[in-house]
């Protein structure tokens, strides 16, 4: 009888130890929804390759994720924008050492119906659009006719990215209509021809049902288009930030990752995650 009770103990033992190794390697993922796309592949690439880990994603936006990496409530915080001052701050009050990945880039690209006959404008209009200075296209060389403005809530890093790289802080157009999403903004743009609205490139690459135009740094200067006439995005101009939109995705984590969250982090940064990026559209940190 004692030597069962023994080994029942022993058993039990061994199953949470197994319990415990499992936790460990069980990575959960919240934040920006213009990085789910990549975040997806990353988990269900590894997850492949990586019997036994478990890395589970959901959006939200950037500051939802910010805000679970700060609560416990995720391991990993993906965001397209730098984090705030005050969600550091934030962070140092709940005993978090938030720690910034830069992951891959991103062009941000301003968006219209294709029978729109506008193909390009400066950032100066961009911002003009955006804070409702401009209502009508034909102020910006289109059709006569009021702009429909479609935005991102403003939980989303790119609507965070925007307004303070573009609209320099100031606020968008009270007629600005908010969506929970890059696809959701792209869907209603492409049912209206007076809609303009923005968001990744890898959402709009190599459709035909939204037109991306071209931005001019300035007034006189050239316009850059993000992606190229066969719908891949112009990975030079990204990454050398010549595309006046262009930025930075980042994860952030309470301290340096280790165990199994940075043999994650190791394997995204190297060469089969980098090439999963170029594969879903946005542009690796390196040529590959």
């Given at each position: ?13 061994t199953?949470?130890l197994?319990?415990?190794?499992t ?11 213009t990085?789910?796309?990549i975040?997806?592949?990353w988990?269900?690439?590894y997850?492949?390759?990586?019997p ?6 959901t959006g ?9 990496i ?24 709940s ?7 830069k992951?891959a ?11 729109n006959?506008?193909?390009?404008l400066?950032?100066?209009?961009v911002?003009a ?15 006569p006719g ?6 991102r ?11 303070e790289?573009?609209?320099?802080n ?10 929970p999403?890059?696809?959701?903004i ?45 719908g891949?995005?112009?990975?030079p ?6 595309y ?6 980042y ?12 043999k994650?982090?190791d394997?995204?940064?190297?060469a089969?995650?980098?090439?999963l990026?170029r594969?879903?559209g946005?542009?690796?940190?390196k040529p590959?």
């Amino acid at each position: 009888m004692r030597n069962r009770l023994s080994l029942i103990l022993m058993a039990l033992a061994t199953l949470g130890l197994a319990s415990v190794a499992t936790a460990a390697d069980q990575i959960t993922v919240k934040g920006s929804d213009t990085m789910v796309l990549i975040a997806q592949r990353w988990a269900e690439a590894y997850m492949k390759a990586t019997p036994g880990t478990s890395v589970q994603v959901t959006g939200g936006g950037s500051g939802t994720g910010i805000a679970g990496i700060i609560e416990g409530t995720c391991n990993v915080a993906n965001s397209s924008r730098p984090i705030k001052a005050s969600e550091l701050a934030k962070g140092k009050d709940s005993g978090k050492n938030l720690i910034e990945h830069k992951m891959a880039l991103d062009a941000l690209c301003v968006v219209v119906h294709p029978n729109n006959s506008v193909k390009e404008l400066s950032v100066a209009q961009v911002k003009a659009i955006m804070t409702g200075a401009i209502t009508d296209w034909s102020a910006v060389g289109g059709t006569p006719g009021a702009i429909v403005l479609y935005s991102r809530e403003s939980s989303s890093g790119t609507y965070a990215f925007m307004k303070e790289h573009i609209m320099g802080n100031a606020d968008y157009a009270a007629t600005a209509q908010t969506l929970p999403g890059t696809a959701a903004i792209k869907s209603a743009i492409a049912r209206d021809p007076k809609a303009i609205g923005y968001g990744g490139a890898a959402y709009f690459g190599g459709m035909k049902d939204v037109k991306i135009l071209g931005i001019k740094p300035t007034k006189d200067a050239a316009a850059i288009y993000p992606v190229l006439a066969s719908g891949e995005v112009d990975e030079p101009k990204i990454r050398s930030l010549e595309y006046p939109i262009a930025r930075y995705l980042y994860c952030y984590t309470n301290g340096q990752p280790t165990g199994a969250m940075k043999k994650y982090f190791d394997w995204m940064l190297g060469a089969e995650g980098q090439k999963l990026v170029r594969a879903e559209g946005y542009v690796p940190l390196k040529p590959i």
